[in-house]
C-alpha cells in the first residue's frame, strides 16, 4: 500500500530550518513521510507556504489536498495569526474547523500539533512576550478542542520537555532545527502509530546534515531574517507595545478589566462556538 501525506501550513511545514544537502528545505513532513511507508511506498505533498495564515490554509491549501485525497495531513497552522495586528480567534477557529472538519469528512487521518509561544522563542521582554503568550494560548485552545470534535491526531508541541532546548532551534529561534523538525516528526510517528499507517522506520533523531556554518546563519538573517524583523516592526511591533501600554495603564489604575480577560472572552466565544457547531 503506498500511503500519502499532504502537508498543510506555514514555513515551518514548508521545511524551513532544515536544509537538505541540495540546498532545498526538506521538513519534519519530509522526514515523516519515510516513515509511513516501505521503500518507494509513500508519496508527500508539501502544501506549506511561509508566511501562511490558517485563512491562506483554508482557502488555498485544503482544496489541493482533498483533491489529491491524502490517506494522512499535517495541519499545523496559527502562528502567523498571532503574530498578525489582524489576530482574531474567532475567524481562526472557524479556519480551523473548515479544515478539519473537511479533510476528516474525506476520510483523511488528519494530525494537528499546538506550538509553544514565538515570545518565549525570541526571549522577548515579558511585556511584550505576554500578549504573544496569550494569542498563541487562545490558537492552541481552539486546536485542541476542535482536534478532539473531528477525532484528530493531536500532539502536545507545546508541552514537549525539548521545546526549549536551543539544539531544537534555527538561528532565527522560529524555525525548529534540523534536530527540531526530526524531533516533530517522531512525535507525529509516534501518535500515528495507533492507525496502523506506519509500515517504515520511525524518523531519526540525531542530525544526519552538517549544521549550517556562522556564514550560513549570518547570511540567512541579513537576507530573509532581516526582511521578517522590518515587516513585524511595521505590523506586530505598534500593536504588542500598545497592548502592554494598555496593560501597564490598568495595572496603574487599579482595574480588573485587562487584555487579558479580553482575549479570555474572544476564545471562550471561540470556543462556544465550536461546541454549538458540533450539537447542530
Known amino acids: 500500500m503506498t500511503v500519502r501525506l499532504a502537508a498543510l501550513g506555514d514555513s515551518i511545514t514548508f521545511g524551513i530550518g532544515d536544509p537538505a544537502p541540495d540546498g532545498r528545505w526538506r521538513g519534519f513532513a519530509a522526514l515523516l513521510a519515510e516513515g509511513l511507508g516501505e521503500p518507494d511506498h509513500a508519496e508527500m505533498?508539501?502544501?506549506?507556504?511561509?508566511?501562511?495564515?490558517?485563512?491562506?490554509?483554508?482557502?488555498?491549501?485544503?482544496?489541493?489536498?482533498?483533491?489529491w485525497r491524502p490517506h494522512v495531513a499535517t495541519v499545523v497552522v496559527g502562528v502567523n495569526d498571532t503574530l498578525r495586528s489582524s489576530f482574531d480567534v474567532l475567524s481562526?477557529?472557524?479556519?480551523v474547523q473548515q479544515i478539519l472538519s473537511e479533510l476528516s469528512a474525506a476520510g483523511t487521518v488528519v494530525l494537528t500539533a499546538c506550538l509553544p509561544s514565538p515570545g518565549q522563542m525570541l526571549r522577548l521582554p515579558q511585556a511584550l512576550a505576554r500578549?504573544?503568550?496569550r494569542r498563541?494560548?487562545?490558537v492552541n485552545a481552539v486546536l485542541h478542542t476542535a482536534s478532539r470534535r473531528f477525532g484528530a491526531v493531536h500532539v502536545h508541541l507545546a508541552d514537549d520537555p525539548y521545546v526549549l532546548d536551543r539544539r531544537?532551534?534555527?538561528?532565527?529561534?522560529?524555525?525548529?532545527s534540523e534536530r527540531g523538525h526530526r524531533r516533530i516528526a517522531s512525535l507525529f510517528y509516534d501518535a500515528l502509530g495507533p492507525t496502523g499507517l506506519c509500515h517504515g522506520e520511525r524518523p531519526g533523531l540525531d542530525p544526519t546534515n552538517p549544521p549550517p556554518t556562522r556564514f550560513q546563519q549570518a547570511k540567512w538573517m541579513a537576507t530573509k531574517g532581516t526582511r521578517w524583523v522590518v515587516d513585524r516592526s511595521t505590523d506586530l511591533l505598534p500593536d504588542l507595545i500598545a497592548l502592554a501600554a494598555s496593560e501597564w495603564l490598568i495595572a496603574r489604575r487599579d482595574r480588573r478589566r485587562s487584555t487579558e480577560c479580553q482575549i479570555e472572552v474572544a476564545t471562550q466565544a471561540a470556543l462556544a462556538k465550536l461546541?454549538?457547531?458540533?450539537i447542530a
Open 168 to 176: 531544537m532551534w534555527s538561528v532565527d529561534r522560529l524555525h525548529p
Open 45 to 67: 505533498l508539501n502544501l506549506g507556504v511561509s508566511g501562511a495564515l490558517s485563512a491562506d490554509v483554508a482557502s488555498e491549501q485544503l482544496p489541493r489536498a482533498l483533491a
Open 275 to 278: 461546541q454549538s457547531d458540533a
Open 92 to 95: 481562526i477557529s472557524e479556519h
Open 131 to 133: 500578549p504573544l503568550g
Open 136 to 138: 498563541i494560548a487562545a
